[in-house]
């Protein structure tokens, strides 16, 4: 199933995590992010600028709690020693996939922030 397919999630399950976003944008998106976390993986890509961009495949535990530990996994490129793992509060998680339809709806391209990014590798700012 792509993005382009998902079904909104039921408005009870929405109205649980609607308390931890407060931008328009947000809650707007929240239906079909909550949709896409319930599937429990992604395929996407991670832009490169001025280079190909690098193909991914992301898994995460699912729960139906917001403040659940949801433990994500990304292999980037079909590689195993490209694999890299992180853990994060399941509202934490949804609002990264509520960027990664925003900027799908722009771009057309599944990709997470560069903020995500940071917290996957462990970079500090």
Known sequence: MTIEKLQPAPTGKVMVYAPYYKTNNQRSALPLAISLYERGSVEGARE??????????????????????????????????????????????????????IGFKRSRIV???????????????
């Open 48 to 101: 490169i600028e001025g280079g190909r961009n690098i193909p991914f495949v992301a898994t995460w535990s699912v729960s139906s709690l917001p403040a659940d530990l949801t433990r994500c996994r990304f292999q980037f490129d079909g590689n195993a020693d490209l694999t890299y793992e992180t853990g994060m509060a399941n509202y934490e998680f949804v609002n990264f996939l509520i960027e990664v339809l």
């Open 111 to 125: 990709d997470f922030s560069q903020n995500f990014y940071k917290k996957l590798l462990n970079v500090e700012e």
